[in-house]
Nanobody, 120 residues
Framework: VQLQASGGGLVKPGASLRLSCAASGSIFSVNTMGWYRQAPGKQRELVAVIDSGGSTNYADSVKGRCTISRDNYKNTWYLQMNSLKPEDTAVYYC???????????????WGKGTEVTVSS
């Protein structure tokens, strides 16, 4: 199983970005899909997560500015980020808790990350 994140870039404050993460390989079901970020010198933190039922959870720092969504048919999820701030600068990692077969246990997978830089 591989998770491929994309959509990062250099933007100015107030701009928007849409990150995508596509999971490929042998996948039976995906439970939760999420986005984390790690800024230089800081620990990785949760940005947003969405479960199989569509329930979402966001970090306080991005509530109202970010929206996580998923396409179950494509095993792809997205993070729409609006009104970006310099403090949003980080490497964004996608994460999924998934099962590879009906009899396998769910485990966590990580993508390699996509860099977001917000600077004027």
């Amino acid at each position: 199983v591989q998770l491929q994140a994309s959509g990062g870039g250099l933007v100015k404050p107030g701009a928007s970005l849409r990150l995508s993460c596509a999971a490929s390989g042998s996948i039976f079901s995906v439970n939760t899909m999420g986005w984390y970020r790690q800024a230089p010198g800081k620990q990785r933190e949760l940005v947003a997560v969405i479960d199989s039922g569509g329930s979402t959870n966001y970090a306080d720092s991005v509530k109202g500015r970010c929206t996580i969504s998923r396409d179950n048919y494509k095993n792809t999820w997205y993070l729409q980020m609006n009104s970006l701030k310099p403090e949003d600068t980080a490497v964004y990692y996608c994460n999924a808790d998934l099962r590879r077969s009906p009899v396998s246990r769910a485990r966590e997978y990580w993508g390699k990350g996509t860099e977001v830089t917000v600077s004027s």
